[in-house]
């Protein structure tokens, strides 16, 4: 509930599409060719940029592709594609890719592979890339096409043809508990009713021949459906996992998108056309139908397993640290001919797993705008693994809001810190309009420069926790309470500009601003001939 301060000031507006379409982010809405529905052609498109390196010698799929996958990740290399896994068949399970959302090394093409991602030139922004999403969101619906069969069916596996201990699943990092066949496929689950099929992302190990043991944590959509189950008397539900789905199916996948919200029509909306959708075997629900490979069964509500401990995207693993999550039994497996399994492996160094959690921003701008905060932009720093968020006030709103620095900060704490899109984050760094949000340069200048410790800060700890935080799963915080709290705003908007927003005296230093606008343009003419690499 907004204070009674605000509730007379902010203009509410209520259709996410309304709400982004008059977003700031909308005003360099990118120009953009068709994204890439096919996994296959987006592996195509990687190779016509130089960006895909092909590995033909055979790849142990214990520890080694994972070795290879990380390293790429932290040199920011080009993705591999393994074509000669241990283990597998000849033409059947499986061929790995990895890095199939991580950085180009090329500071022009540094998010060059999420950009094709998208349909954009690879020279893209991480800018231009929010406003192509923020513009998805807006964009008219598209209901998939359901087609009588598709490329996903072309193999099929039933019954003791199904045995997860003979395909390679991959190890991906020593002090794992498992094998984790589940990093970047996308889950299919549905409400009883047949309203809302949500796909998600959430990690899964193989625990026997038949079952996959998964990481379902409180709060996400998966556990909504699943108590709707549960109401109903049910102990097992039908669900699928799609591997090698179109590529921005799987950013969507991982994006806090509102609850009832088709991730399928959301996904058709992004890449301007609707997805080709094929029938599960065993129940009733839909798969993309280009999907490299697709695992059918059941979520059991009833039966769990051991699962962790797993070297995750914050990257600190804990020995010991397994907990029981649902098993999931897989009862048929269809494939493409000679499949491809994509992998993640996540760890220290930004890989897919940051990039994905990154454009939650989007979501949490809409937020904002959605009660009329004086909010411009926002932006997740991949260099923060996710967790902190830079909003860019606009500070002359701001001022006539006639408000404090601590009561904005609560206000703005308690509204956002209970909603999904901010579940992964822990900081959130308020900057003027002078910040560059997407330049982490930028907002760790105006952190270290406008924010006094413990005076322009604000603690919650009623709120919901980030538990796999380590600092929440293995710090100092108070017993019993790690579902809650751990998280803070970052007020570097100076006192000055609360009270006199864009009229307050100060301004910053730098070549953009300390120059007169024919002397720089001099110097950005002259700078290749006077010797200078170009920029």
């Known amino acids: 509930m907004l204070p009674s301060l605000f509730r007379a000031r902010l203009c509410p507006r209520s259709h996410l599409a309304n709400r982004l379409r008059q977003s700031h982010i909308h005003t360099r809405v990118p120009c953009a060719k068709a994204a890439q529905v096919d996994f296959r052609r987006f592996i195509d498109l990687l190779r016509h940029d130089h960006d895909l390196v092909e590995i033909d010698r055979e790849i142990d799929p214990h520890l080694e592709a994972a070795a290879i996958v990380r390293r790429v990740a932290e040199v920011k290399g080009k993705a591999p594609l393994f074509n000669n896994i241990k283990g597998a068949e000849p033409g059947g399970l499986f061929r790995i890719f990895g ?23 690879p020279t893209a922004s991480w800018e231009d890339i929010s406003s192509r999403l923020a513009w998805g969101a807006s964009a008219p619906a598209q209901p998939p096409r359901v087609l009588p069969t598709g490329p996903c069916k072309a193999n099929i596996l039933r019954g003791d043809m199904v045995d997860l201990h003979k395909i390679p699943a991959p190890k991906l990092h020593m002090d794992d508990g498992g094998k984790y066949l589940q990093t970047y496929g996308v889950h299919i689950l549905q409400t009883p009713d047949g309203r809302w099929s949500n796909w998600s992302i959430f990690r899964g190990m193989v625990h026997d021949s038949k079952h996959l043991v998964c990481l379902v944590g409180n709060g996400q959509h998966v556990s909504i459906i699943r108590n709707e189950w549960l109401a109903r008397g049910h102990t097992e539900i039908p669900w699928a996992l799609a591997f090698g789905v179109p590529p921005a199916a799987n950013f969507v996948a991982g994006l806090p998108i509102p609850e009832g919200v088709s991730e399928a029509e959301f996904t058709g909306a992004l890449v301007g056309q609707p997805l080709d959708l094929v029938k599960c075997e065993t129940s009733d629900l839909l798969v993309p139908a280009s999907s490299e490979i697709v695992f059918e069964g059941t979520m059991s509500l009833t039966a769990k397993g051991d699962e962790g401990p797993f070297g995750d995207a914050l990257a600190v693993v804990f020995d010991g640290n397994k907990k029981q999550h649902p098993l999931f039994r897989v009862d048929v497996i269809t494939y493409r001919d ?51 968020c ?83 799963s ?15 705003i970052s007020d570097c908007v100076l006192q000055m500009e609360y009270e006199h927003g864009s009229r307050a005296t100060f301004s910053t230093v730098g070549f953009q601003m300390s120059y007169p606008d024919e002397l720089r343009k001099k110097v950005e003419q002259n700078w290749v001939d006077m010797g200078f690499d170009e920029v």
């Open 99 to 121: 890095n199939a959302a991580s950085l180009r090394n090329s500071p022009k093409e540094r998010y060059g592979r999420i950009a094709r991602t998208f349909g954009l030139k």
């Open 390 to 472: 830079a909003l860019q006030i606009d500070t002359e709103a701001l001022c006539n809001l006639q408000t404090t620095a601590p009561a904005f900060r609560r206000m703005l704490g308690n509204y956002l810190f209970n909603s999904k899109p901010c579940m992964l984050i822990n900081r959130l760094i308020l900057v003027g309009k002078d910040v560059d949000v997407f330049s982490f340069e930028s907002v760790t200048w105006a952190l270290a420069t406008r924010c006094r410790p413990g005076v322009d800060e604000e603690v919650f700890e009623e709120v919901p926790s980030f538990p796999m935080t380590p600092y929440m």
């Open 474 to 488: 293995h710090g100092r915080g108070p017993k019993g309470k790690g579902g809650q709290g751990g998280k803070v």
């Open 338 to 388: 000679n499949p491809i399994l994509p992998i993640s492996v996540p760890g220290k160094t930004c890989d897919e797993s940051h990039t994905t959690a990154a454009l939650a921003s989007v979501e949490i701008l809409a937020l904002c705008q959605k009660i009329g905060l004086p909010v411009l932009s926002a932006c997740v720093p991949l260099e923060s693994y996710g967790t902190w």
